[in-house]
């Protein structure tokens, strides 16, 4: 029987795996206002969301989710717990 992955957030599932890659929204920690942002762009538990990259010098990452491209900070993307796929 194979054990699930590990949540992590989703800033260090990035750094661990190369783009493209995704992941499934597993739930949020972190600063309650940054959470409420990121539920209020459409970022909700469940959702499979997928890394492209990051701008030079720790700059926004880039996600696809559904036909959408998004550009999350680093502290963003650590609010993010998510299981790989």
Do not use: K, W, Y
Not at 38 to 65: N, V, Y
Not at 66 to 76: D, K, N, S
């Amino acid at each position: 029987m194979a054990s699930s992955p590990t949540p992590l957030n989703l800033l260090e599932f990035c750094r661990s795996h190369a783009a493209p890659s995704a992941a499934q929204i597993h739930g949020f920690e972190g600063e309650p206002s940054v959470v409420q942002r990121l539920q209020e762009i459409g970022l909700h538990h469940g959702i499979q969301i997928g890394f492209l990259g990051q701008a030079p010098f720790h700059g926004p990452m880039l996600f696809r989710i559904g036909p959408t491209v998004v550009a999350l900070r680093e502290e963003e993307a650590g609010c993010l717990i998510v299981n790989p796929l």
